[in-house]
């Protein structure tokens, strides 16, 4: 079955970029039928959806981080990723990536990845 | 942005027992309302969509109802593996937002 990793550093300085990559593995990213999304959650707290990309390099981001965020697909590795700029504290996160459907359930994340926890600290 | 409030934050409950937790939402949604649970350490798992419907897999003790801003989720008779965390989410328009969380503790 289909399957996300994240992948990243696990560590970024504070007015640095935050970098990662989710690996999609058992299905195709190129799928017509899904939506790929990155979801963070600050510690304690609730869920906070950043943005996603259709394969066709189509995206979509939350406007409360749109001008540091940029989200892309590479579907000959079958991966997708986020870049955060400018990071402060505030962006200390478990950052997740998941997929949706574009139709049936749109925009219901049915897989997640495990999640990675990236804090923001010199 | 639509803003998505749960209620209660916190619930204590003992095994067996039925529990709701409602969201509601700022404005209208139509039924584009999502559930899912989530314990500790682990991601998110999608229990239902679509307000009612269940995601495959998922226990039929899970149920959900609502649509327009004022939704539920029930669960029908606890087990030990439903103590969790439980956040709904409206997929109705972009951004895409959660509830705060429900936290289902053992009483």
């Known amino acids: 079955q289909v399957q996300l990793q994240e992948s990243g550093p696990g560590l970024v300085k504070p007015s640095q970029t935050l970098s990662l990559t989710c690996t999609v593995s058992g299905g195709s990213i190129s799928s017509a039928s899904h939506y790929w999304s990155w979801i963070r959650q600050h510690p304690g707290k609730g869920l906070e959806w950043i943005g996603n990309i259709y394969h066709s390099g189509s995206a979509y981001h939350n406007p409360s981080l749109k001008s540091r965020l940029s989200i892309s697909v590479d579907t000959s590795k079958n991966q997708f990723s986020l870049k955060l700029r400018s990071v402060t504290a505030a962006d200390t996160a478990v950052y997740y990536c998941?997929?949706?459907?574009?139709?049936?359930?749109?925009?219901?994340?049915?897989?997640w990845g495990q999640g990675t926890m990236v804090p923001v600290s010199s | 942005d639509i803003q998505m409030t749960q209620s209660p934050s916190s619930l204590s409950a003992s095994v067996g027992d039925r529990v709701t937790i409602t969201c509601r939402a700022s404005q209208n949604i139509n039924n584009d309302l999502n559930w899912y649970q989530q314990k500790p350490g682990k991601s998110p798992k999608l229990l239902l969509y679509?307000?009612?419907n269940l995601q495959s897999g998922v226990p039929s003790r899970f149920g959900g109802s609502g649509s327009g801003t004022d939704f539920t989720l029930a669960i029908s008779s606890l087990q030990p593996e439903d103590f969790a965390t439980y956040f709904c989410?409206?997929?109705?328009?972009?951004?895409?937002?959660f509830g705060q969380g429900t936290k289902l503790e053992i009483k």
């Open positions: 679509s307000a009612s």
């Open positions: 989410q409206q997929s109705y328009s972009s951004p895409y937002t």
């Open positions: 998941a997929r949706s459907r574009v139709e049936g359930a749109v925009n219901a994340f049915d897989i």
